[in-house]
């Protein structure tokens, strides 16, 4: 298997499931301005990481790839407790980090796609953050008492650390938030996680979930 992602991504949610299934993988350092190239093109014309070759096949959307990986890895265990309902519960957050929080930073990322005026970007970022921490604190309150998102460790995780990760950058106060500060502390102890981020960063770079950027 071969993993097309650049630094900062979502498509680190997907090395850190490669890094825990464990089996060997290969890696494609990108830097954004590849995602034009007409060799990215060709295997993703939507331009854009994780894309994921398994052999002849290739397969683009992270649902899809972290969904993919933990069914052709099913000892790995990182698809629910082996019940259809297991899988449901794991399906559900990887959806809503998905569909509902990803999306809530692209006004941050990318205010140029929601509002043309740039002096008003400001504001528009002030309210995404205040999208997200709605988001943040139904996070918190589903790991009040748990170690994982859902039941047992899954692919949903990860997806939940990268989030994690992007609201510090953006000085959103994770320590503020007791359940996600334990949780993302847990996720940066995990070998598997540590040798997925000096991949991708080059050294150990830890976030401080208490300061305000």
């Not at 954004?32 to 959307?61: I, K, M, Y």
């Not at 297991?86 to 990803?102: K, Q, T, Y």
């Amino acid at each position: 298997m071969k993993l097309y992602y650049f630094p900062g991504s979502c498509a680190l949610a997907d090395h850190i499931v490669l890094e825990w299934i464990g089996e060997p993988y290969e890696t494609v350092k990108l830097r954004a301005s590849d995602l034009r190239s007409s060799e990215f093109l060709a295997l993703n014309p939507a331009g854009a990481v994780p894309l994921l070759v398994d052999g002849e096949f290739t397969l683009t959307q992270n649902v899809a790839i972290l969904s993919h990986l933990a069914a052709r890895h099913p000892w790995a265990q990182l698809f629910g407790n082996g019940t259809l309902r297991g899988r449901a519960e794991v399906l559900r957050w990887l959806a809503f980090l998905n569909s509902d929080v990803h999306p809530a930073f692209k006004p941050i990322f990318v205010p140029a796609r929601f509002l043309p005026d740039k002096a008003i970007a400001g504001a528009l970022a002030e309210h995404a953050i205040g999208n997200i921490l709605r988001y943040f604190e139904l996070l918190e309150r589903q790991l009040e008492g748990r170690s994982w998102l859902a039941d047992e460790q899954s692919v949903a995780d990860p997806y939940l650390f990268v989030l994690l990760r992007w609201g510090v950058r953006f000085g959103i106060r994770i320590g503020e938030f007791a359940n996600l500060e334990k949780f993302a502390l847990r996720m940066e102890s995990d070998p598997a996680v540590h040798s997925a981020l000096i991949a991708e960063e080059g050294e150990l770079i830890r976030s401080d979930y208490q300061a305000r950027a």
